[in-house]
C-alpha cells in the first residue's frame, strides 16, 4: 500500500519509504474513488512517481565522485540502517551517497544524494533493452524508461516499450571530482612501516660514515652498531647506489625491505591526481604489456608502439612521476620498438590506487583514480588512449578494446565533454575473444573530440582536422517524434513551411508517418529565432540523447536493486549509461484500490508542453 496513517504517510511503511507529500496526495485520490467523488477514466500520475524495484545486480550505476560501481556492489558498501527486513525485501537508509541524476523539471543533469537502497528477490523475468548505440540494460516489466512519443514526453513501462521506439540516455554528464591521490590504507601502512625500516638503516649507515671519519676501526663501529664487519665496510668505502637514489628522492615510496631487495629503489610518490598521471594510465592501459614474478619480486611493465614520439613520451612520464629510469627496447619481426621499466615498487603503489596489475588485455580495467579525475586528466586520459587504440576513419574515430569494462567506462568518460559513442561488438574469426569498437560520429562529436581531447600523434590530428572540415554526416544526433509539435508551433507563428524551416522540402518535419527526425542543432537554431518556448527549448537545449530500442528480450534474474535519490528519483546506469526512473506510487495506488486503474506515468517536465 502506500503506507498511510488515515491520510497521513507514515515516513516508512508497506515498502514505502519516504515522499511523504506524493503519498498523501495519491491516499486523498484512492479515498475520492473509493467513495465515488473521483469523475473519469484514469489516474494522471504527474511529477517524478516513486522507487520501485528495478535492475540487476549487475547493473553498473555512475556515483557523483565519477566512479562507475555495480548496484550490487553500491548495496554491500554503502550499508546503513535497515529500515525494514522481510525474507524477499530489504531496506536499507543511505549516507554520503551521491548519484548523477536527470532533472525531470529541465531535462538537466544534475548531482542528487541517495536516501534509500532496496534489495527484493523476484520470481518473474526481466528485459534486457539493447539500444542502437550499443547500449543495454536489464530491467523489471513495471520499470519506466524516459520515451519521447507524439511530441509528449512519457515515462513507460518497460513492457509497453517495443523495438523502434526512442527512449532517453544523457549526453552530459557532470561529477564532482576529486584532486587528491588516494592510496589503500593497508598499502600505506606496510610503506610506512618498512620506510621507518630503511630510515632507521640509513641513519645507522651515516652514523658509521661518521664514526669512520673520527677515526674508528671498521671492527669497532660493527661492534657498537651489532652488525657485521663487512657489511660496515662496504657501507664505509661503496657507493650503495640504492642508498644514493633513495636520498634523492622526495616522497619516497617502499614495499620491499633494501636489506633484501636493494635492486627495487623507492619511487616518488605523486600526491595530486594530474593531467600527467591521467595520461601515463591511457598509455599503460592501451599500449602496455605487464609482467609479474612474485618469486623474486619482479615487475616490469613493457610499452611498445612505432612511433617514436610516443616512446619517448612514455619515458618522460615515469621518470616525472616516479623518478623511474626507462631502458630502450629494441624491436624484432614480431615486435616494434619500445621502452621497459622495472620496479616492484611501482607495482605496489598501482594496486594501492586500486588498478588490477598484470592483467591480460580483455581483463583489463579503467581504475578509480582516472574515473575520479577532473575534465584535463580525463582528457588526457582519453587522449593517450586514443594515440595507442584508436584510429580516423572516412566518417569517424573509432577506438577499440577487448575489454568490455574499459569499453562501458570509456563511454562514461566521453559523456564527461558530451560526446555520445555507439559500442559496436565484433568477434574476430577463428577466435573466442569479443572486440568492443567505440565509434564516434557526426560534426558536432567529432568537433568536440578534436578541440577538447585530440591526438598527440600529428598523423592522427592531422586526419582528425580534415574529417571536420568535411562536415561529416550528422545523422546520429536527432530529436524524434516532435512533428505534430512543430507543426503546431509553426502553425500558432503563421510562417509557412519553407519559411518556417528554411527549406522548400520542410514538409518533411512534419510527416506523421515515415517523417524526419529533426536535427538537434536545427531544432536548437528555430528555437532561437522564433524565441520559441516550451517542451521544444527543453528538448533544444536538454543534457538527453534519444536512442533507438533495437532489442528487447527476457532475461532471469532472482533479485533485483534500486537506489531512492531525493527529488529528482533518477539515476544513470546501464552498460554505457541510460536514464533510469521508477514508479512505485501508481502502483500501490492500485494495491490500495485492488483493481485495475488505468495510469499515465508523465514526467513532470510534461507541464511545460507548449499544448
Known amino acids: 500500500g502506500l503506507g498511510l496513517d488515515g491520510l497521513k504517510a507514515k515516513p516508512v511503511a508497506d515498502g514505502m519509504v519516504g515522499q511523504v507529500e506524493a503519498r498523501e496526495a495519491a491516499g486523498l485520490v484512492v479515498r475520492l474513488i473509493k467513495q465515488g467523488k473521483f469523475g473519469g477514466r484514469a489516474v494522471l500520475i504527474v511529477g517524478p512517481p516513486g522507487t520501485g524495484k528495478c535492475v540487476s545486480g549487475d547493473t553498473p550505476v555512475l556515483l557523483s565522485n565519477g566512479e562507475v560501481k555495480e548496484i550490487r556492489e553500491i548495496y554491500e558498501k554503502w550499508k546503513g540502517e535497515v529500515i525494514q527486513k522481510n525474507e524477499n525485501e530489504e531496506i536499507l537508509s543511505v549516507k554520503e551517497l551521491e548519484v548523477v541524476s536527470l532533472n525531470p523539471f529541465?531535462?538537466?543533469?544534475?548531482?542528487?544524494?541517495?536516501?534509500?537502497?532496496?534489495?527484493?528477490?523476484?520470481?518473474?523475468?526481466?528485459?534486457?533493452?539493447?539500444?542502437?548505440?550499443?547500449?543495454?540494460?536489464?530491467?523489471?516489466?513495471?520499470?519506466?524508461?524516459?520515451?519521447?512519443?507524439?511530441?509528449?514526453?512519457?515515462?513507460?513501462?518497460?513492457?509497453?516499450?517495443?523495438?523502434?521506439?526512442?527512449?532517453?540516455?544523457?549526453?552530459?554528464?557532470?561529477?564532482?571530482?576529486?584532486?587528491?591521490?588516494?592510496?589503500?590504507?593497508?598499502?600505506?601502512?606496510?610503506?610506512?612501516?618498512?620506510?621507518?625500516?630503511?630510515?632507521?638503516?640509513?641513519?645507522?649507515?651515516?652514523?658509521?660514515?661518521?664514526?669512520?671519519?673520527?677515526?674508528?676501526?671498521?671492527?669497532?663501529?660493527?661492534?657498537?652498531?651489532?652488525?657485521?664487519?663487512?657489511?660496515?665496510?662496504?657501507?664505509?668505502?661503496?657507493?650503495?647506489?640504492?642508498?644514493?637514489?633513495?636520498?634523492?628522492?622526495?616522497?619516497?615510496?617502499?614495499?620491499?625491505?633494501?636489506?633484501?631487495?636493494?635492486?627495487?629503489?623507492?619511487?616518488?610518490?605523486?600526491?595530486?591526481?594530474?593531467?600527467?598521471?591521467?595520461?601515463?594510465?591511457?598509455?599503460?592501459?592501451?599500449?602496455?604489456?605487464?609482467?609479474?614474478?612474485?618469486?623474486?619480486?619482479?615487475?616490469?611493465i613493457r610499452f611498445h608502439?612505432?612511433?617514436?614520439?610516443?616512446?619517448?613520451?612514455?619515458?618522460?612520464?615515469?621518470?616525472?612521476?616516479?623518478?623511474?629510469?626507462?631502458?630502450?627496447?629494441?624491436?624484432?619481426?614480431?615486435?616494434?620498438?619500445?621502452?621497459?621499466v622495472y620496479s616492484w615498487n611501482l607495482k605496489e603503489f598501482l594496486e594501492g590506487l586500486g588498478y588490477p596489475v598484470n592483467k591480460k588485455s580483455p581483463e583489463k580495467d579503467i581504475p578509480e583514480i582516472i574515473l575520479k579525475a577532473d575534465d584535463n586528466t580525463v582528457a588526457s586520459f582519453l587522449r593517450a588512449f586514443a594515440d595507442g587504440e584508436g584510429s580516423v576513419g572516412e566518417e569517424e574515430i573509432e577506438i577499440v578494446t577487448s575489454s568490455r569494462n574499459i569499453a562501458n567506462k570509456l563511454s562514461y568518460l566521453f559523456?564527461?565533454?558530451?560526446?555520445?559513442?555507439?559500442?559496436?561488438?565484433?568477434?574476430?574469426?577463428?577466435?573466442?575473444?569479443?572486440?568492443?569498437?567505440?565509434?564516434?560520429?557526426?560534426?558536432?562529436?567529432?568537433?568536440?573530440?578534436?578541440?577538447?581531447?585530440?591526438?598527440?600523434?600529428?598523423?592522427?590530428?592531422?586526419?582528425?582536422?580534415?574529417?571536420?572540415?568535411?562536415?561529416?554526416?550528422?545523422?546520429?544526433?536527432f530529436i524524434p517524434n516532435i512533428q505534430e509539435l512543430l507543426k503546431s508551433t509553426r502553425e500558432k507563428l503563421k510562417i509557412s513551411k519553407e519559411a518556417f524551416y528554411g527549406n522548400k522540402n520542410g514538409y518533411i518535419y512534419e510527416k506523421k508517418e515515415d517523417g524526419y527526425r529533426i536535427r538537434r542543432e536545427m531544432l536548437k537554431n528555430l528555437v532561437e529565432k522564433y524565441k520559441l518556448n516550451g517542451l521544444l527549448k527543453l528538448l533544444a537545449n536538454s543534457d538527453v540523447f534519444w536512442d533507438r530500442i533495437v532489442?528487447?528480450?527476457?532475461?532471469?534474474?532472482?533479485?533485483?536493486?534500486?537506489?531512492?535519490?531525493?527529488?529528482?528519483?533518477?539515476?544513470?546506469?546501464?552498460?554505457?549509461?541510460?536514464?533510469?526512473?521508477?514508479?512505485?506510487?501508481?502502483?500501490?495506488?492500485?494495491?490500495?484500490l485492488g483493481k485495475d486503474v488505468p495510469f499515465v506515468h508523465l514526467a513532470a517536465s510534461e507541464i511545460f508542453s507548449t499544448d
Open 415 to 477: 559523456l564527461r565533454f558530451g560526446i555520445v559513442t555507439r559500442i559496436r561488438e565484433k568477434k574476430v574469426k577463428g577466435r573466442e575473444r569479443v572486440y568492443y569498437r567505440l565509434i564516434i560520429s557526426g560534426g558536432n562529436f567529432l568537433r568536440k573530440f578534436k578541440e577538447e581531447i585530440g591526438f598527440s600523434l600529428l598523423t592522427k590530428q592531422k586526419k582528425l582536422i580534415k574529417l571536420c572540415k568535411k562536415n561529416p554526416s550528422t545523422n546520429v544526433d
Open 305 to 340: 608502439n612505432t612511433s617514436q614520439k610516443l616512446r619517448k613520451r612514455f619515458s618522460l612520464l615515469v621518470k616525472k612521476i616516479f623518478g623511474l629510469e626507462t631502458k630502450t627496447l629494441k624491436g624484432n619481426g614480431k615486435r616494434v620498438k619500445g621502452v621497459r
Open 551 to 592: 532489442e528487447i528480450k527476457e532475461v532471469e534474474e532472482k533479485e533485483v536493486f534500486d537506489l531512492c535519490v531525493k527529488d529528482n528519483h533518477t539515476f544513470i546506469a546501464g552498460f554505457g549509461g541510460i536514464i533510469l526512473h521508477n514508479t512505485a506510487i501508481a502502483n500501490a495506488i492500485a494495491k490500495e
Open 106 to 300: 529541465t531535462l538537466k543533469i544534475e548531482i542528487k544524494p541517495v536516501e534509500y537502497i532496496y534489495k527484493q528477490k523476484i520470481n518473474e523475468n526481466l528485459l534486457e533493452i539493447r539500444l542502437a548505440s550499443g547500449r543495454r540494460i536489464k530491467v523489471t516489466k513495471q520499470h519506466p524508461l524516459l520515451t519521447l512519443k507524439e511530441g509528449k514526453l512519457f515515462f513507460v513501462p518497460s513492457s509497453e516499450l517495443k523495438v523502434g521506439d526512442y527512449i532517453a540516455i544523457p549526453r552530459k554528464l557532470v561529477i564532482k571530482p576529486e584532486k587528491k591521490i588516494k592510496i589503500r590504507a593497508e598499502t600505506k601502512e606496510k610503506s610506512k612501516r618498512i620506510l621507518e625500516e630503511v630510515e632507521k638503516r640509513i641513519g645507522e649507515i651515516e652514523y658509521a660514515r661518521f664514526l669512520a671519519e673520527q677515526g674508528f676501526s671498521i671492527n669497532s663501529i660493527a661492534n657498537f652498531l651489532n652488525v657485521h664487519h663487512e657489511t660496515v665496510r662496504r657501507w664505509i668505502n661503496s657507493d650503495l647506489p640504492y642508498y644514493s637514489k633513495y636520498m634523492k628522492v622526495e616522497n619516497p615510496f617502499i614495499m620491499l625491505n633494501s636489506t633484501k631487495y636493494s635492486r627495487s629503489p623507492p619511487i616518488e610518490t605523486p600526491e595530486e591526481i594530474t593531467p600527467e598521471i591521467g595520461e601515463f594510465f591511457g598509455y599503460l592501459i592501451s599500449e602496455c604489456d605487464e609482467y609479474v614474478n612474485e618469486k623474486i619480486k619482479s615487475y616490469a
